[in-house]
């Protein structure tokens, strides 16, 4: 397959300040398009458009595509776009519809045009898919695979089948599979059962692109701790890590731990330590393997030791190997979710502007903890791309990172934590019931504390109760 070498059509620089454009990066982007002749697959994927003025189907999807690729978040972008003739041009774009052109558009498509450009979306990924494998297998010694769904929460009347997420709250899933850092499958589905529909996105998403005999690692969170997952990647010889957090699920691994001596178990650096355990959960066919690893206590006088259990099946690994690689998932979430995250927090920034006009910008300290490497990823991400984790006009400084025994706030912002874990998983409530008054609330609902959840079940917990009230409310649909 022919490499992707970026090569703009010939980019002049000048000082002008009538040809100034703030993304000269387009350039690229439209060289990247033109290779795989995207375009005109977009043309042959959909036609909606009844008038021929304006700008064309393909003209308005690739405006869409390339204002998105650029770092927008929302279609009143586009008018940007159209008063830039320079970003225009190097796009290769002789006319940019108005985002409220663009709206309508969109609102006309139809599930099966979504689906066919579903299709494109595959195809293009299915051409750079062979250099990533390649590229992991040489640089990894394994092609990393990670399988994640994560909730849109929606309101209004617009969403249909909008149900149930963990939280309670309406909404979809957004499930996605990425092949190293290629993104090679993706579904928005209705809530309820998180992990609805891994199987197809397995087959059709990722079998065909790995070779045969290709190891490959499929890393995901708890959500695909099950038993029909784990045989299926199982069957297709791919090895495996999941997190497994239900109380139920590692009672078992943990009761096997305490008491274990010191000396019974691995140190795998940076003041952990783990080993292997096995046993089948209930109603499983088989018994598994699982690391347990405890971590490396990060407050003087904790009490409890604090642990985490994978379920992984490659026990002749070291310890520490396995827990690196099942980690380095936590690139892959942030780099899916992160922006999910910053912008609830950009949200509240501005819902802080709009009822108090309170002007404060917003600033996010991280941890240096145990991510190290994805954080640092994280970082890069944010320096090369910052806009692309939404539009977060509200903040103040791309997110820093700091050692938490450095900084105040991060010890503080640990302390919160601790205490709202203790309320959830030790029916500790005294430092909660301290802290919750606290937590970012509008109309009675508390945005700043969501319960994760199986959603049919009841819970009277403060976040809980929150939003059934609102629930009950008549007007709210
Ligand atoms: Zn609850």
Same mark, same amino acid.
Not at 297 to 302: A, D, I, L
């Given at each position: 397959m022919e490499r992707v070498v970026p090569r703009p059509a010939k980019v002049e620089i000048g000082f002008a300040d009538d040809r100034?454009?703030?993304?000269?990066?387009a350039a690229l982007l439209a060289e990247a398009a033109r290779r795989f002749g995207l375009p005109e697959r977009l043309a042959e994927a959909v036609s909606v458009k009844k008038?021929?003025?304006? $700008?064309?189907d393909a003209e308005t999807q690739w405006s869409v595509i390339a204002s998105l690729a650029s770092g927008n978040g929302s279609l009143s972008d586009l008018d940007a776009l159209r008063k830039d003739g320079v970003q225009r041009e190097l796009l290769g774009l002789s006319s940019a519809p108005s985002g409220r052109r663009a709206g309508e558009f969109l609102s006309r498509l139809t599930k099966w045009d979504v689906e066919s450009l579903r299709g494109v979306a595959r195809h293009l990924s299915g051409c750079v898919a062979p250099e990533v494998v390649s590229h992991e297998l040489e640089e990894k010694g394994y092609v990393p695979v990670f399988v994640d769904g994560t909730g849109i929460e929606v309101s209004g009347r617009?969403?249909?089948?909008a149900a149930r997420l963990y939280t309670g709250e309406r909404g979809y899933w957004l499930h996605a599979v990425f092949v190293g850092g290629l993104w090679v499958s993706g579904r928005l589905r209705p809530g309820g059962?998180? $992990?609805?529909g891994w199987k197809g996105q397995l087959k059709r998403g990722v079998a065909p692109l790995l070779p045969k005999g290709a190891p490959a690692w499929v890393r995901c969170d708890a959500?695909?701790?099950r038993g029909a997952f784990v045989e299926h990647v199982r069957g297709e010889g791919w090895d495996l890590s999941i997190s497994v957090t239900d109380p139920n699920k590692c009672r078992p691994a943990l009761d096997v731990v305490e008491?274990?001596?010191?000396?019974?178990r691995e140190d795998i650096g940076k003041g952990e330590s783990a080993t292997w355990v096995r046993y089948r959960p209930s109603k499983w066919k088989e018994e598994q393997s699982y690391v347990v690893v405890r971590l490396r206590?990060?407050?003087?006088?904790?009490l409890l030791p604090r642990f985490s259990v994978i379920l992984a099946?490659?026990?002749?690994?070291?310890l520490a190997e396995v827990v690196r690689r099942h980690r380095g998932k936590q690139g892959h979430e942030n780099a899916f979710k992160g922006p999910l995250v910053c912008n609830r927090f950009n949200l509240f920034l501005s819902r802080l502007y709009r009822n108090?006009?309170?002007?404060q910008r917003g600033l996010v300290v991280m941890d240096e903890s145990h991510y190290e490497q994805a954080l640092q990823g994280l970082a890069r991400q944010f320096r090369e791309e910052?806009?692309?984790?939404?539009?977060?006009?509200?903040?103040?400084e791309v997110p820093l990172f700091a050692d938490s025994t450095a900084s105040r706030l991060i010890q503080i912002a640990d302390l919160l934590a601790w205490a709202v874990w203790r309320r959830y998983e030790?029916?500790?409530?005294r430092y909660f019931d301290l802290i919750v008054q606290r937590f970012d609330r509008e109309g009675g609902v508390l945005h700043g504390l969501v319960h994760r959840k199986d959603p049919s079940e009841d819970c009277h917990c403060p976040g809980c109760l929150s939003r059934t009230f609102r629930d009950r409310r008549p007007d709210n649909s």
């Open positions: 100034l454009t703030g993304t000269g990066g008038r021929n003025r304006g $700008a064309s617009l969403f249909e089948h059962d998180v $992990a609805c959500a695909h701790c008491g274990l001596p010191e000396h019974g206590s990060r407050r003087q006088g904790e099946n490659r026990d002749d690994l070291p108090e006009g309170d002007q910052g806009t692309r984790w939404g539009n977060l006009r509200n903040m103040a030790q029916r500790d409530t």
